[in-house]
């Protein structure tokens, strides 16, 4: 995704010089792997919302259940679940129960002719 960046500043955009370049969010890892690999274009990078990888503050956050939206996707086949459109699952995963204590129980498609 760094690498469209690039494409799209240079190949599509023509912009000559180095940019203020703003990540936010998850965004914000790729703006960092794009400053990173073309220094010689980022003048500035500013980081909105995310803490940089590598940081202690990245780690911390990482690791702290509180932040569960933060590692939601990183997680063992939950956004499968959700791809194949098992939505119970996933509510389990987010609640920390196990899938037989979840109070949806049924397949989403049979909740929704409900």
């Known amino acids: 995704m760094a690498q ?3 494409k799209l500043l240079v190949e599509q955009l023509r912009i000559e010089g180095p940019v203020v370049l703003v990540g936010h969010d998850i965004g914000l890892m790729i703006a960092y792997a794009h400053a990173q690999a073309h220094r ?4 500035h990078l500013v980081a909105v ?3 940089l990888p590598g940081t202690s ?5 990482r690791n702290d259940p509180r932040v569960w939206h933060f590692a939601f996707h990183g997680a ?6 959700l791809v194949a459109g ?7 995963w987010v609640t920390g129960e ?5 109070l949806v129980r049924q ?3 049979s909740q929704s002719s409900v």
């Open 4 to 6: 469209d960046i690039y």
């Open 40 to 43: 010689d274009q980022v003048s």
């Open 49 to 51: 919302d995310a803490p």
């Open 57 to 61: 503050a990245f780690d911390r956050l």
């Open 76 to 81: 063992r086949d939950v956004a499968e679940m």
């Open 86 to 92: 098992h939505r119970p699952g996933s509510c389990c």
């Open 98 to 102: 196990l899938p037989g204590n979840c």
């Open 107 to 109: 397949p989403y498609a």
